[in-house]
């Protein structure tokens, strides 16, 4: 059974960083793009950033050169450092892996950046 966890999670002050992490497990990992994405309050759930299984990553324009996505291979986690935070990046964080034709989801983890 496959299984995303996200933990790292907080409140922070504007200009400050929070590093998320989520671990996977279910043998998925290693074949499995990964991404992050974001859900504020009344909007839609956007794609934060994506690192795929040989390590090439992309990011959404409103985070690029801000935040960094990563993969622990040996550890099954994928991780989002996130800099220079904005109180617009407040929203719930998801972790999702796809294998295939199939994505998988984590609970999500809250990020609340105060101005």
């Known amino acids: 059974q496959v299984q995303l966890v996200e933990s790292g999670g907080g409140l922070v002050q504007a200009g400050g960083s929070l590093s998320l992490s989520c671990a996977t497990f279910?043998?998925?990992?290693?074949?499995?793009?990964m991404r992050w994405y974001h859900q504020a309050p009344g909007k839609q759930r956007e794609l934060v950033a994506t690192?795929?299984?040989?390590?090439?990553?992309n990011y959404g324009d409103d985070v690029k050169g801000r935040f960094t996505i990563s993969r622990d291979n040996a550890k099954n986690t994928v991780h989002l450092q996130m800099n220079s935070l904005k109180p617009e990046d407040t929203a719930v964080y998801y972790c999702?892996?796809?294998?295939?034709?199939?994505?998988?989801w984590g609970q999500g983890t809250q990020v609340t950046v105060s101005s």
């Open positions: 999702a892996a796809r294998r295939g034709i199939n994505d998988y």
């Open positions: 690192i795929t299984t040989v390590g090439s990553t």
């Open positions: 279910g043998s998925i990992f290693r074949s499995a793009t």
